[in-house]
Structures are given as structure tokens and as C-alpha cells.
């Protein structure tokens, strides 16, 4: 047995590096994006900041259960292992297929385009600019994962610091250079709390992204820095987004954010001028590799431990040694993620992988949820270095906000959802080839 196949992951990331890695997950082009979206769907100014945290607060509601699981069950395989445990293989095969060819890919593909349209406001590269630049930031950052989980923790921890200095600057720029926007002549009459919840829904996808740090639990130094990394990561990530959705509201007044298309640019424009674009550009441009990048880590591990499990992707199952990575998985990760760029180039591709992506994305993350009460019965006796606390509430108000999340991407994604939801049919003609190839290829990760 060659060098590759004799590797494992090995606890080398430190909680720093962890929260780098969650906190490069979840702040991405969102924050830059959903603003407007968000203040136009909340009922006054107030409000809009109360939904914030809201937001923060249900998603650290959701990070102390992954805390449990992960510090109870650490492995490369994140939820696709907690969801086998809990469920059983065909339910986890299904969900480590859907991260293979739907979500995870389709998250990178979506990032990618991110990216490159922000990239072609800096230089343009002819017609097919944006898709383009997200092909080459998939294969430079697949690259650079294949070099090793010590490069890639580097490389993470370098774009995680600059991207949350950019973050800082947009918020220096609306709080100190900017000056306040006048009030309005009148006071607008508060909209009704009837479309609260989709503005809850936009911000949610805002904060979403920090579950992926259950596929590097295996590689932690110590199993309870993921609760630390988790809780202060997104922590740190509600006071930013509180600062700069201030910075946008004190610089372009709450119904001046609610009516711009490009918030973050015109905020910065108000002080730098044209030079502002590229600012802003230049950020989320970094946001998205960012995001990208995390994406990639975690990816990586879900199929790395779906190839240890099935015969069918038994390749994907082969740890690198040398490096201290899941080659193969990254190899096939980026083949299927440069497909979804290509696919996507010819629709309307951010809107396209929202869609894509979304119903199935959210029925795993329920079924996560649901899967810490049927551990905590069945494995009364598993040692459980941390616990989720007010436990049954606390991940009883996570599961019921997911079947809300469900339930919305389904009424009201479109073509693109059918799609997502036809590439995990295919999942289950696979499982059927599967489940005749023989024993696990190497054992339960």
C-alpha cells in the first residue's frame, strides 16, 4: 500500500486556525449583497438591526449543536459521519453524494462567479470574463489545497486577516469619513412584520457557511477549541456585520440602504469617489476567495470520508501522507465544480446556484439537527466533551429554523432547484450500484 493510501488526518490545526477557516466560511460576498434586500423587508430601522442579531444568535444556536456532535464524534466526514451514525449509510451516502455534486461544489461554483464579477470590474477578460476568473479561482485554490493542509491553513490565515481589515475599512469609511446622511423629511410609515421573515432568510444565508468546520474536527489539536472557535468566530462575525450595516445606514440613511443595488460601492464612492468601485471590488473579490478556499477544505473531507465508506468512490477514500491531504477528493471536487462554472456560464449563474443548491442544502442541515436527539438516546454512554446547553430547546428551535429555511427555498427557488434535486436522484441509482460493491472500502471513518 503506496504512501497515499496509509495517510490520515492528522491534529495539527490550532483554534486560531479554526476560527480563520469559519470565519473566511461565512463572511463572503453576502454581506456586500443582502443589505438592501434585508432593509427593504424590515419593518423600520430598528428592526433591521434586531434581525442582525437575531440572525447571529440563531446561528450560534445552531453551532453549539455541531459543537456537541463534532466534539463527541470527531472526523474528516463532518455531518455526512453524524448523519451515519444517526441515520444509518443510505441516508449518509445520499447526503456525502449531494455535497459531492450539489452542495459544496455548487457553493464553490457560486462563489467563483462572485468573484469573477467583481474581478472583470478590475480588468475584464472579453465575454465570458466572470466565468473565466471563477474557473481560475477554482483551480489556483484547488491547487493550493492539493500542496497541503499546512500551505492551505497559511493561505487561509493570511486572506481571513485581509479580508476582515477590508470589512473594517468599509466600516471606518461610513462611520468616520463619511458624513451622516440627512434625515428625511418625513418619517416613513414602518412597514408591517409580515415580511420580517424574509428578511430574517436573507440574512441567514448571510451567516451561513460556519457548519463546515465540523470537516476539520479530526484535525484539532484539542476536540473542545471547536466549541471555542465556533462560539467566538461568529461572534466576531455578528459585531461586524452589526458595524458595517451601521456604517451603511449612517452613511446612506436606512431608506438610501434599502434602494441601493451596490451599497457597499456607493457608501465608498461618497468619500473616494470612482476609486471607490474598485475598493469594494478589490474586497469582495476577497471575500470570495476567502470563502472559496474554506469551502474547498472542508469539501474536500466529506468526500474523503465517503470514499472510506463506499467501494464506488473507494479512490476518494485515500489520504496523502505527505502532504496531509485528500488528493483525489480534491481532484474530483474541482473537475465537478469546473463543470458547474461551465453549466452555470450559459444562465443566469448566482441565481442559478442559489437555486441549485438551497432545498438540498437545508433538508441535510435539518436532518443534522434531528440526528443529535436520536445520538443523545441511542449513545447515552459516548463521551461528550461538551453538551449543548438548555438541551431539548436549543436544538429544537435549530431544526424548526432549517424546515422554515426548507420550506422557503422550495416555494420559492425555481428550474435551478428541479436540477439539484434531479443530480440527487442520480444518487440513488449509485447507491443501488453500491450497495453490491462489498464491504466498506475502509472501514467507518
Same mark, same amino acid.
Given at each position: 500500500?503506496?504512501?497515499?493510501?496509509?495517510?490520515?488526518?492528522?491534529?495539527?490545526?490550532?483554534?486560531?486556525?479554526?476560527?480563520?477557516?469559519?470565519?473566511?466560511?461565512?463572511?463572503?460576498?453576502?454581506?456586500?449583497?443582502?443589505?438592501?434586500?434585508?432593509?427593504?423587508?424590515?419593518?423600520?430601522?430598528?428592526?433591521?438591526?434586531?434581525?442582525?442579531?437575531?440572525?447571529?444568535?440563531?446561528?450560534?444556536?445552531?453551532?453549539?449543536?455541531?459543537?456537541?456532535?463534532?466534539?463527541?464524534?470527531?472526523?474528516?466526514?463532518?455531518?455526512?459521519?453524524?448523519?451515519?451514525?444517526?441515520?444509518?449509510?443510505?441516508?449518509?451516502?445520499?447526503?456525502?453524494?449531494?455535497?459531492?455534486?450539489?452542495?459544496?461544489?455548487?457553493?464553490?461554483?457560486?462563489?467563483?462567479?462572485?468573484?469573477?464579477?467583481?474581478?472583470?470590474?478590475?480588468?475584464?477578460? @472579453? $465575454?465570458?470574463?466572470?466565468? #473565466?476568473?471563477? *474557473?481560475?479561482?477554482? /483551480? !489556483?485554490?484547488?491547487?493550493?489545497?492539493? =500542496?497541503? &493542509?499546512?500551505?492551505?491553513?497559511?493561505?487561509?490565515?493570511?486572506?481571513?486577516?485581509?479580508?476582515?481589515?477590508?470589512?473594517?475599512?468599509?466600516?471606518?469609511?461610513?462611520?468616520?469619513?463619511?458624513?451622516?446622511?440627512?434625515?428625511?423629511?418625513?418619517?416613513?410609515?414602518?412597514?408591517?412584520?409580515?415580511?420580517?421573515?424574509?428578511?430574517?432568510?436573507?440574512?441567514?444565508?448571510?451567516?451561513?457557511?460556519?457548519?463546515?468546520?465540523?470537516?476539520?474536527?479530526?484535525?484539532?489539536?484539542?476536540?473542545?477549541?471547536?466549541?471555542?472557535?465556533?462560539?467566538?468566530?461568529?461572534?466576531?462575525?455578528?459585531?461586524?456585520?452589526?458595524?458595517?450595516?451601521?456604517?451603511?445606514?449612517?452613511?446612506?440613511?436606512?431608506?438610501?440602504?434599502?434602494?441601493?443595488?451596490?451599497?457597499?460601492?456607493?457608501?465608498?464612492?461618497?468619500?473616494? @469617489? $470612482?476609486?471607490?468601485?474598485? #475598493?469594494?471590488? *478589490?474586497?469582495?473579490? /476577497? !471575500?470570495?476567495?476567502?470563502?472559496?478556499? =474554506?469551502? &474547498?477544505?472542508?469539501?474536500?473531507?466529506?468526500?474523503?470520508?465517503?470514499?472510506?465508506?463506499?467501494?464506488?468512490?473507494?479512490?476518494?477514500?485515500?489520504?496523502?501522507?505527505?502532504?496531509?491531504?485528500?488528493?483525489?477528493?480534491?481532484?474530483?471536487?474541482?473537475?465537478?465544480?469546473?463543470?458547474?462554472?461551465?453549466?452555470?456560464?450559459?444562465?443566469?449563474?448566482?441565481?442559478?446556484?442559489?437555486?441549485?443548491?438551497?432545498?438540498?442544502?437545508?433538508?441535510?442541515?435539518?436532518?443534522?439537527?434531528?440526528?443529535?436527539?436520536?445520538?443523545?438516546?441511542?449513545?447515552?454512554?459516548?463521551?461528550?466533551?461538551?453538551?449543548?446547553?438548555?438541551?431539548?430547546?436549543?436544538?429544537?428551535?435549530?431544526?424548526?429554523?432549517?424546515?422554515?429555511?426548507?420550506?422557503?427555498?422550495?416555494?420559492?427557488?425555481?428550474?435551478?432547484?428541479?436540477? @439539484?434535486?434531479?443530480?440527487?436522484?442520480?444518487?440513488?441509482?449509485?447507491?443501488?450500484?453500491?450497495?453490491?460493491?462489498?464491504?466498506? =472500502?475502509?472501514?467507518?471513518?
Amino acid at each position: 500500500m503506496n504512501q497515499s493510501q496509509q495517510g490520515a488526518p492528522q491534529a495539527i490545526l490550532t483554534t486560531r486556525d479554526t476560527i480563520a477557516i469559519i470565519v473566511g466560511l461565512v463572511i463572503g460576498a453576502g454581506i456586500f449583497r443582502f443589505p438592501p434586500l434585508v432593509a427593504g423587508n424590515s419593518p423600520d430601522e430598528a428592526a433591521f438591526y434586531l434581525l442582525w442579531i437575531a440572525g447571529g444568535a440563531i446561528s450560534i444556536v445552531g453551532a453549539l449543536c455541531y459543537a456537541e456532535l463534532a466534539t463527541a464524534y470527531p472526523s474528516a466526514g463532518g455531518d455526512y459521519h453524524f448523519i451515519q451514525r444517526a441515520f444509518g449509510r443510505t441516508l449518509s451516502f445520499l447526503f456525502g453524494w449531494a455535497r459531492l455534486a450539489v452542495i459544496t461544489t455548487g457553493a464553490i461554483a457560486l462563489l467563483g462567479y462572485t468573484f469573477g464579477d467583481y474581478a472583470s470590474n478590475l480588468l475584464r477578460l @472579453g $465575454p465570458n470574463s466572470t466565468a #473565466i476568473y471563477a *474557473a481560475l479561482a477554482v /483551480l !489556483a485554490l484547488t491547487a493550493v489545497n492539493l =500542496a497541503g &493542509i499546512r500551505e492551505t491553513k497559511g493561505t487561509q490565515n493570511v486572506l481571513t486577516g485581509l479580508l476582515v481589515l477590508g470589512v473594517i475599512a468599509v466600516i471606518v469609511t461610513g462611520l468616520l469619513l463619511v458624513a451622516p446622511a440627512p434625515a428625511p423629511p418625513a418619517p416613513a410609515a414602518p412597514k408591517p412584520w409580515t415580511a420580517a421573515p424574509f428578511a430574517l432568510l436573507f440574512i441567514l444565508f448571510t451567516y451561513s457557511g460556519w457548519n463546515e468546520a465540523a470537516y476539520v474536527s479530526a484535525e484539532l489539536k484539542e476536540r473542545r477549541s471547536m466549541v471555542v472557535a465556533l462560539t467566538v468566530s461568529l461572534a466576531l462575525v455578528t459585531v461586524l456585520y452589526l458595524a458595517i450595516n451601521y456604517a451603511y445606514v449612517r452613511g446612506l440613511g436606512f431608506q438610501g440602504v434599502a434602494k441601493s443595488d451596490t451599497v457597499a460601492s456607493d457608501l465608498m464612492k461618497l468619500h473616494f @469617489g $470612482p476609486a471607490g468601485a474598485n #475598493i469594494i471590488s *478589490a474586497i469582495v473579490c /476577497l !471575500a470570495a476567495l476567502t470563502s472559496i478556499n =474554506a469551502t &474547498i477544505i472542508a469539501g474536500a473531507r466529506s468526500n474523503y470520508a465517503l470514499g472510506r465508506d463506499w467501494p464506488l468512490f473507494g479512490r476518494l477514500g485515500r489520504w496523502d501522507g505527505r502532504t496531509d491531504a485528500p488528493r483525489n477528493s480534491l481532484y474530483v471536487q474541482g473537475a465537478f465544480a469546473l463543470v458547474l462554472v461551465v453549466a452555470g456560464a450559459f444562465t443566469d449563474q448566482v441565481k442559478t446556484m442559489i437555486e441549485y443548491t438551497s432545498p438540498v442544502f437545508w433538508f441535510f442541515f435539518m436532518m443534522t439537527g434531528v440526528g443529535l436527539f436520536v445520538l443523545r438516546a441511542r449513545d447515552p454512554g459516548t463521551p461528550r466533551p461538551f453538551k449543548v446547553p438548555l438541551y431539548p430547546l436549543t436544538p429544537v428551535i435549530f431544526v424548526l429554523t432549517c424546515a422554515y429555511l426548507l420550506y422557503s427555498s422550495l416555494v420559492y427557488v425555481k428550474g435551478g432547484a428541479w436540477a @439539484g434535486v434531479a443530480v440527487l436522484a442520480v444518487g440513488f441509482v449509485l447507491l443501488l450500484v453500491g450497495a453490491g460493491r462489498g464491504a466498506p =472500502a475502509a472501514g467507518r471513518p
